[in-house]
């Protein structure tokens, strides 16, 4: 069983920079692939971005790529998501996720079997 805490968010000016973090418990989240997923209001959950159990795959969405980079360290069991450039359209609930047993990154949010308790992230124009 992992549990999943999500912190960092809050609001900001378009053009600025947030850093989420996501902080995990149990001692699966080494072999865990890890994602960030976000949903704005009326909108479905959508996928942001994911890395692998060892760092070394990460995937992101078209519409963050290049402003977003996501990250993870094993010795604090944490996974980060370094948000600049931010834009108004970012503006929802942003979750972390996981799914353990070495799985490969995904897209989808069924497949992920954590989740956190979510953080708003607001940017205004």
């Known amino acids: 069983q992992v549990q999943l805490v999500e912190s960092g968010g809050g609001s900001v000016q378009a053009g600025g920079s947030l850093r989420l973090s996501c902080a995990a418990s149990?001692?699966?989240?080494?072999?865990?692939?890890m994602g960030w997923f976000r949903q704005a209001p009326g909108k479905e959950r959508e996928f942001v971005a994911s890395?692998?159990?060892?760092?070394?795959?990460?995937y992101y969405a078209d519409s963050v790529k290049g402003r977003f980079t996501i990250s993870r360290d094993h010795g604090k069991n944490t996974v980060y998501l370094q948000m600049n450039s931010l834009k108004p359209e970012d503006t929802a609930v942003y979750y972390c996720?996981?799914?353990?047993?070495?799985?490969?990154?995904?897209?989808?949010?069924?497949?992920?079997?954590?989740w956190g308790q979510g953080t708003q992230v607001t940017v205004s124009s």
């Open positions: 890395i692998n159990w060892n760092g070394g795959i990460t």
């Open positions: 149990g001692r699966t989240f080494s072999s865990s692939t």
């Open positions: 996720a996981g799914r353990g047993g070495y799985a490969s990154g995904s897209r989808n949010p069924p497949d992920y079997a954590y």
